[in-house]
């Protein structure tokens, strides 16, 4: 399935393309402060699913991913999946969300691909450009 099919991108919204040390694409992202000591940003229990679409990143070749949900540099991933997640009677607290804390260095590499704007198929373009190796072209976030 396309990307303009599973879910319509504002043509600002970035286009973030990673790859991860094992497979967190079911587990909920959340923002940690640049000492990665406390959650700065995380998503409500309905933010995690839009009709009846998980908000679940795309596979993408080669083991990449493309975001859905925000993710950067300092994102990590709790051990809580998006069906799970969305059960929830109500938002957690980011002190009940540190405890839940699978993985706080998760990324390989985390590239800024422009807006999603900028392409006609943003799927197709990026999954191109994975397989020509020319990932290099875009800004790397991590080091």
């Known amino acids: ?11 600002t919204a970035p286009l973030i393309l ?3 040390k094992a497979d967190y694409s079911s587990r ?3 923002r940690l402060s640049s000492d990665k000591k406390r959650i700065v940003a995380f998503p409500a229990p309905q933010d995690v699913k839009k009709g009846e679409l998980w908000l679940t990143p ?3 070749h080669k083991g ?8 950067g540099p300092t994102t990590a991933f709790l051990n809580i999946t998006y069906p799970e997640y969305a059960a929830l009677l109500s938002t957690p607290t980011p002190e009940e969300l540190m405890q839940n804390i699978l993985e706080n260095e ?3 590499e985390m590239y800024d691909c422009g807006k999603a704007g900028d392409y006609k198929d943003p799927e197709k373009t990026l999954n191109t ?3 020509q190796e020319k990932l290099g072209q875009f800004r790397s976030l991590i080091e």
């Open 18 to 20: 990673y790859k991860t």
């Open 28 to 30: 909920v992202p959340v």
């Open 106 to 108: 998760p990324f390989v």
């Open 64 to 71: 990449y991913w493309l975001d859905r949900q925000g993710v």
């Open 1 to 11: 399935m396309s990307l303009k099919k599973q879910r319509s991108l504002q043509a």
């Open 129 to 131: 450009a994975i397989q």
């Open 58 to 60: 795309i596979s993408m």
